[in-house]
């Protein structure tokens, strides 16, 4: 078949929704060649194709980039429109912006690098990572400013129309199939792929951050939303040193998402102004020296289970502290210390284990490294082309290059 991908320039080249992106249309890329199908990658960036692999990939620049998202979103609209009764037919026969380009490429199948569907001008993937959404629905990120309404809008068209969803877990499936009514022949559960840098950086020690004194320190790297579960981790180092007289230092890492002030009024109430060090977006260099030299990383956000933290973990040598979010034992199984996400006692305790024993940490490192060395971006990559394969018959009952019924005039001036 004919696979297209879009690909852009991120604003935010490290946030871990480009990482993920990144990672799968590296393997993408990678693993396209002697699949017996061909990738077409859409782009804003037209030096993209000399940073991939070339084989079986083609590359079509796609200008004026804003101005068609936003025709894109006016058509929809429009549309939207005589779905409400308010015009007798729909005069668009797509609303994306990238449908003429789809189309005149002869795309048989586009693959969403994540929960999203740029067009369904033709069949489509996307994947779901989480759905916090719904399961968390009191969580003040997904409550305000009409989000929750957005994003269930978003998963509902886009999930429910999908020829395939990828999903990683049992847990994540059977969430999938009861709120969106997905049949699970349409989902494929692939793991999500070791974030590739951090694949490459495991033999390139990084000194130990000069602003750390000396002793043991845990890190987590985690946006500064509710739902990351920040207070809980630090009531737990309260925990730890009136129970067992025990200091360890946390490293906070993350960019500001609204909750950053209440997250440092905590550590200041709680005594652990000295403890605590709130640094914020950091570079990668300095990310990848707290995962080698901290005691461990702790991931107790409450929401799930996909980690690439816990991942990168694995990959650079950190012990990991991981919630019981619905899907992580069947993904990382003891390989991580898995606690309740509300467990202060439990978490508490984890940094302990970890402290008065060294073994079973190391045993847990070199755990999670096998963990991180099988799951790369090509094998990913792999996977979902043999799962995608078998559809090419179907595929080939209607054409890939015009819209269903033929384009309508509007479309055709308005369309490129």
């Not at 030299?293 to 012990?319: D, I, K, N, Q, R």
Request: aromatic share 8%.
């Amino acid at each position: 078949m004919r696979l297209g991908v879009f690909h852009t320039v991120a604003a935010n080249p490290f946030g871990g929704t480009f990482t993920i992106r990144e990672d799968i249309f590296e393997g993408l890329a990678a693993a396209i060649d002697g699949s017996g199908h061909e990738l077409v990658v859409f782009t804003n960036d037209a030096s993209a194709a000399s940073r991939y692999p070339s084989n079986g990939v083609s590359w079509v620049t796609v200008g004026r980039l804003r101005s068609r998202a936003l025709l894109s979103v006016v058509k929809k609209r429009v549309n939207r429109m005589c779905a409400d009764g308010l015009l007798l037919r729909a005069p668009f026969a797509g609303d994306s912006w990238l449908d003429p380009f789809i189309l005149e490429q002869g795309i048989d199948l586009f693959v969403n690098l994540g929960p999203d569907a740029i067009s369904t001008a033709v069949p489509y993937v996307c994947a779901v990572f989480d759905l916090q959404h719904r399961s968390q629905p009191f969580m003040p990120e997904v409550n305000v400013r009409g989000y929750w309404e957005r994003w269930e809008e978003q998963y509902r068209h886009n999930v429910s129309r999908a020829a395939f969803v990828l999903n990683g877990t049992r847990a994540g499936t059977d969430q999938i199939v009861r709120l969106y009514q997905v049949p699970r022949e349409r989902i494929v559960r692939l793991r999500l792929p070791t974030p590739g840098f951090a694949l490459a950086a495991a033999k390139e020690p990084q000194p130990r951050p000069a602003y750390l004194k000396p002793g043991p320190f845990v890190f987590y790297p985690a946006q500064f939303w509710p739902h990351k579960n920040h207070v809980t981790l630090l009531e737990s180092l309260v925990l730890l040193r009136r129970e067992h007289g025990l200091e360890i230092q946390l490293v906070l890492v993350g960019s500001d998402q609204g909750n950053k002030a209440f997250v440092q009024e905590r550590i200041a109430a709680l005594g652990l102004t000295d403890t605590v060090h709130v640094r914020g977006f950091v570079a990668r260099t300095e990310l990848i020296a707290l995962y080698q030299h901290a005691l461990a990383m702790m991931c107790v956000s409450t929401c799930g289970p996909e980690s690439l933290p816990t991942l990168e973990a694995f990959a650079l040598g950190c012990a990991v502290v991981n919630t019981d979010v619905p899907g992580v034992e069947e993904q990382f199984g003891d390989a991580a210390l898995i606690v309740p996400s509300t467990g202060t006692e439990q978490i508490a305790d984890a940094m302990l284990t970890l402290h008065r024993d060294p073994a079973r940490r190391d045993a847990m490192v070199a755990a999670g490294r096998v963990i991180a060395a099988e799951r790369t971006p090509v094998r990913f990559a792999r996977g979902l082309l043999d799962a995608v394969g078998p559809f090419a018959q179907t595929r080939r009952n209607w054409s890939s290059r015009q819209h269903y019924g033929g384009p309508l005039r509007v479309e055709r001036i308005f369309g490129r």
